[in-house]
């Protein structure tokens, strides 16, 4: 990978083939893509204009603006509107002359290689590991402890606080109530939730991801709690609450 920077934005090559698909058609496919990160969190990807279907894409008439990226042309893509900006050779943002970037939820499936990848592109940077460990811990939760283990599974991922992922024989479950909420991740799948009691404080404050992708599948089944919400001992000693996007 070959990182180039213009102001905020970052920009690398990948040696992945990169595939979007609408209504079962592939209307990209390409081993050029580009990753653009936009927001620091995550990057987006970007296609060269020859790797993409252009009569799956139509005009729609209007310009978007970004201060970094400069004025994109809108198009619909298979009667979906807006769902991408074509740049072209007067992008401020070189890297991204000639390239197409598609909105990730205005399409059916994504795929890196032959994996489909769900919520966004795969950060290169960011990496999950998944840990046994022996050390107590113990959530409260407004002063009752809901679970207490000495076998966490502990998940670390690339800047984020470690979760603590517990078995759920030893949650109190009867103090859990099944939630709507889904969540999905790209690194580790579909997660569902439960709240605990029935204060508004205490909503989806627990996940589990029933059956995670393959490289997070040792966390599959457990449970796991917002530290940023909770009371979390740690062989004892009370943590200090996380401070990140999900306080």
Not at 68 to 81: E, K
Not at 141 to 162: C, H, K, Y
Not at 185 to 208: I, M, N, Q
């Amino acid at each position: 990978m070959e990182p180039t920077k213009r102001g905020r934005v970052r920009v690398e090559t990948t040696a992945k083939r990169v595939r979007v698909y609408v209504e079962g058609r592939a209307v990209a496919d390409t081993t050029r893509a580009l990753l653009v990160w936009e927001v620091p969190y995550y990057p987006t990807y970007y296609f060269p204009a020859d790797d993409v279907r252009v009569e799956e894409l139509k005009a729609a008439g209007e310009t978007r603006h970004s201060p970094s990226r400069g004025d994109a042309v809108v198009h619909d893509v298979a009667g979906r509107p807006g769902a991408a900006l074509v740049y072209g050779d007067d992008a401020p943002l070189e890297e991204i002359r000639g390239h197409v970037r598609f909105d990730w939820n205005a399409m059916d499936n994504w795929f890196e290689e032959d994996e489909e990848v769900f919520v966004h592109a795969r950060d290169p940077y960011t990496r999950v590991d998944v840990l046994a460990s022996s050390r107590h811990v113990r959530v409260e939760v407004n002063g009752v402890t809901v679970a207490d283990s000495r076998s966490p599974r502990i998940l670390f991922e690339t800047g984020l606080p470690p979760r603590y992922y517990l078995p759920k024989t030893d949650v109190r479950l009867d103090l859990l109530r099944p939630s709507e909420t889904v969540t999905h991740c790209p690194y580790k799948g579909r997660a569902v939730y439960w709240s605990v009691g029935e204060d508004e404080s205490g909503r989806d404050l627990v996940w589990s991801y029933p059956t995670p992708l393959p490289e997070s599948q040792k966390i599959g089944g457990l449970v796991a709690f917002y530290d940023e919400k909770v009371d979390v001992y740690v062989d004892g000693v009370l943590q200090d609450r996380p401070k990140s996007k999900f306080a």
